[in-house]
């Protein structure tokens, strides 16, 4: 298992994609708690355009406090103020509530990717000419460090370097935030069966199949089936 990936964010080559030309973007809007939220489509699946920014009754806010096995969020930096705009981080378990209730938290369809969905947009996003996951069409075009660079956003998911966030040791009521800037990941709701004390990311320098442990926290995308 892959439990944290600390290396920075690399931006492949990019002077070939093994792809056919990218759909058209096709975007539309979907309300959650009250705000509205881009979507993007991406082959069979509509995907939120934006870092899920979404609390329920019960999910506490912020890092103070033990975090063990209990579904936590907070702000990059505990700095709604300055770092809002990234969205909320999140744990896994938080992840996993949040989907075990899908149908009681979540517009009808909507709910957090599995694996098997994460697969399925890293097909479609394909390689760059090194072979590696071309992770760079799915970036925004702007708000990158410059050693970095921006995306190509091809896709319409205008993926943000809002960081993460990890308490280390992984039981400890210290967090360390990294990364904004440079790099980001996004939960996916299944286990790494290698490690069942962490679960799936998209790491977008790296691939959809890396894993954190589960008292991380990192983005949100949520995905339903396009129709």
Avoid at 106 to 112: D, I, K, N, Y
Avoid at 123 to 152: C, H, M, R
């Amino acid at each position: 298992s892959q439990s944290l990936n600390l290396a920075p964010v690399q931006t492949p080559n990019r002077a070939q994609n093994h792809n056919p030309e990218p759909q058209p973007i096709q975007e539309s809007y979907v309300e959650i708690g009250g705000r509205e939220y881009r979507t993007t489509v991406i082959g069979n699946l509509e995907w939120l355009a934006e870092d899920l920014d979404y609390t329920w009754d019960g999910l506490p806010v912020g890092t103070e406090g033990k975090r063990y096995t209990v579904p936590r969020a907070t702000y990059y930096n505990d700095d709604q103020e300055t770092y809002g705009n990234y969205g909320l981080m999140y744990n896994w378990y938080a992840a996993k509530y949040l989907d075990d209730n899908k149908d009681t938290l979540l517009p009808a369809g909507w709910r957090v990717p599995t694996h098997e969905d994460m697969l399925a947009l890293a097909e479609i996003v394909g390689l760059d000419d090194n072979d590696n996951f071309a992770g760079y069409k799915l970036k925004s075009i702007n708000g990158w460090n410059p050693q970095e660079s921006d995306g190509t956003d091809e896709f319409g998911f205008t993926l943000l370097p809002g960081g993460m966030a990890f308490p280390y040791p992984y039981d400890s009521d210290t967090v360390d935030f990294r990364y904004v800037g440079s790099g980001v990941y996004l939960w996916q709701r299944d286990e790494d069966e290698t490690d069942t004390d962490c679960a799936y990311v998209l790491n977008i320098s790296r691939d959809v199949n890396s894993s954190n442990h589960k008292n991380c926290y990192n983005y949100l995308r949520l995905v339903r089936d396009a129709t």
